[in-house]
């Protein structure tokens, strides 16, 4: 496979990277609900919706249940919202944690998604929206999931990804273009951040490829789903009993 993981400028480590991605974040999470609203037009909301639908069989008051890269804690309140679980929030960015916090009650930790202060084989459940594309080792990052889930227990990511629909492809490559890089802009006054997240995402791994580097790093059961054409996916795998 020739993307390792994301590369916000091609010279840079994977350290390098992980600091800009950390920093870039930490610039934006002051107005990244206004500009989620804005550019998905709201769509971003039921894509969280709908996943905490799907994971609702797999939530319970035992559950211990992680969502990573949780941001400003918009998926983790979809989910409490959907069943009551033990959940823990984790993000690297701190900015982005003061958010969460706003939003919710779980305990939170500030803590990289390749390197988890958490015991071996103790989650029930992992969920990631929109961060997993962000990690700049994909493989290790799948590596380190599977070993903090129980066996049996179940990974869920949520990200963007390639249209399978060459004319949506290209709808996205002009919203992105034209309506997401200045809009971004504007209002985060953050210009490479908005230039960085939709490059990121053409850089990412297809839906059948990623599915496939669950299967390879270990996850069984793995299968994926589009949402809207295929604009997300949801990728669902589990750590062997
Ligand atoms: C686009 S936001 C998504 C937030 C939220 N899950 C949502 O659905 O809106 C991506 C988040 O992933 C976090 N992130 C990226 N790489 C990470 C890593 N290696 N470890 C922990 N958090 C990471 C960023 O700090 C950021 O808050």
């Known amino acids: ?27 934006v999470a002051p107005r990244y609900d206004l500009l989620n609203r804005i550019l998905s037009m709201q769509i971003d909301r039921v894509w969280r919706w709908r996943t ?14 992680l969502d990573l890269c949780c941001g400003t804690g918009d998926l983790l309140v979809a989910l409490e919202a959907v069943a009551p679980a033990r959940y823990i929030g984790a993000d690297f960015c701190f900015p982005m944690l003061v958010r969460t916090n706003e939003k919710s009650s779980a305990p939170l930790m500030e803590a990289d998604g390749l390197h988890l202060p958490l015991q071996s084989n103790s989650l029930d459940l992992v969920t990631i929206g929109f961060g997993f594309r962000n990690f700049v080792n994909y493989r290790g990052g799948l590596e380190e999931l599977l070993r903090v889930l129980k066996p049996g227990g179940h990974l869920a990511i949520l990200e ?30 953050q210009g490479d951040a908005y230039q960085y997240l939709p490059e990121s995402v053409s850089r990412f791994p297809d839906a059948p490829l990623l599915a496939r580097m669950m299967g390879e790093q270990g996850f069984t059961q793995v299968s994926f789903r589009y949402f809207d054409a295929g604009i997300v996916a949801l990728h669902l795998g589990q750590k062997p009993l």
């Open 160 to 189: 963007f990804t390639q249209p399978p629909n060459r004319l949506v492809r290209g709808f996205m490559g002009f919203w992105n273009r034209y309506v997401m890089d200045p809009i971004g802009r504007l209002v985060s006054g």
């Open 1 to 27: 496979m020739a993307v390792s993981g994301t590369k916000p400028k091609p010279e840079f480590t994977e350290a390098e990277s992980s600091a800009w991605v950390r920093d870039m974040f930490g610039r």
């Open 52 to 65: 905490a639908r799907i994971l609702k069989p797999w939530l319970g008051p035992r559950a211990r249940v």
